[in-house]
T-cell receptor, first 112, second 113 residues
Framework: SQQGEEDPQALSIQEGENATMNCSYK?????LQWYRQNSGRGLVHLIL?????REKHSGRLRVTLDTSKKSSSLLITASRAADTASYFC????????????FGRGTSLIVHP | DGGITQSPKYLFRKEGQNVTLSCEQN?????MYWYRQDPGQGLRLIYY???????QKGDIAEGYSVSREKKESFPLTVTSAQKNPTAFYLC????????????FGPGTRLTVT
């Protein structure tokens, strides 16, 4: 079963704009992670945020976590054509085996 | 050059044949995972292993088998019992479990006709 669900399913923006994608989940988690996947390739880890953290930054990426709303957002600022990819959130359940469960992803297209 | 490798990149098989996908890591990670990805879908967990000689079924283990005889290697066999084996298969490893980031291989695209 898929724990996290990303929204929107697809996002199309112009280079230089910001891209925001969201992840909602159903049950309490220990950690939430964001990954990126270029077409036909493996996933690359972006950021891990723990349940007691509210915000993390990495370069042009900003991740927030709201455990009261069971949701997270990934913001990519000043997007580039090279940011075109699918983005997935992965969550692991509290009290579980710490095995992450992936959502269906958001497909981001950044037009040059 | 540390990392996780999968081979082959593309694999073609006839229906009814078993096929084994290779996954090797030199990151000294304890945990290894196999996922299946269908077009436009997320990743679904097939099997995972957190220690040598031990592995657990994931959400869609039927029709698949694995072994973990060495820490570095976690091969996946797609058996003839798997009804819809054509998919993109991803192997990953992590230092321990979901509390740590996963490192993914490049994937194997399996086509069964």
């Amino acid at each position: 079963s898929q724990q996290g669900e990303e929204d929107p399913q697809a996002l199309s923006i112009q280079e230089g704009e910001n891209a925001t994608m969201n992840c909602s989940y159903k049950t309490s988690i220990n950690n939430l992670q964001w990954y990126r996947q270029n077409s036909g390739r493996g996933l690359v880890h972006l950021i891990l945020i723990r349940s007691n953290e509210r915000e993390k930054h990495s370069g042009r990426l900003r991740v927030t976590l709201d455990t009261s709303k069971k949701s997270s957002s990934l913001l990519i600022t000043a997007s580039r054509a090279a940011d075109t990819a699918s983005y997935f959130c992965a969550t692991d359940h509290s009290g579980g085996s710490y095995i992450p469960t992936f959502g269906r992803g958001t497909s981001l297209i950044v037009h040059p | 050059d540390g990392g996780i490798t999968q081979s082959p990149k593309y694999l073609f098989r006839k229906e009814g044949q078993n096929v084994t996908l290779s996954c090797e890591q030199n990151l000294n990670h304890d945990a290894m995972y196999w996922y299946r990805q269908d077009p436009g879908q997320g990743l679904r967990l097939i099997y995972y292993s957190q220690i040598v000689n031990d592995f657990q079924k994931g959400d869609i283990a039927e029709g698949y088998s694995v072994s973990r005889e060495k820490k570095e290697s976690f091969p996946l066999t797609v058996t003839s019992a798997q009804k819809n084996p054509t998919a993109f298969y991803l192997c990953a490893s992590s230092p321990l479990d979901g509390r740590y980031e996963q490192y993914f291989g490049p994937g194997t695209r399996l086509t069964v006709t």
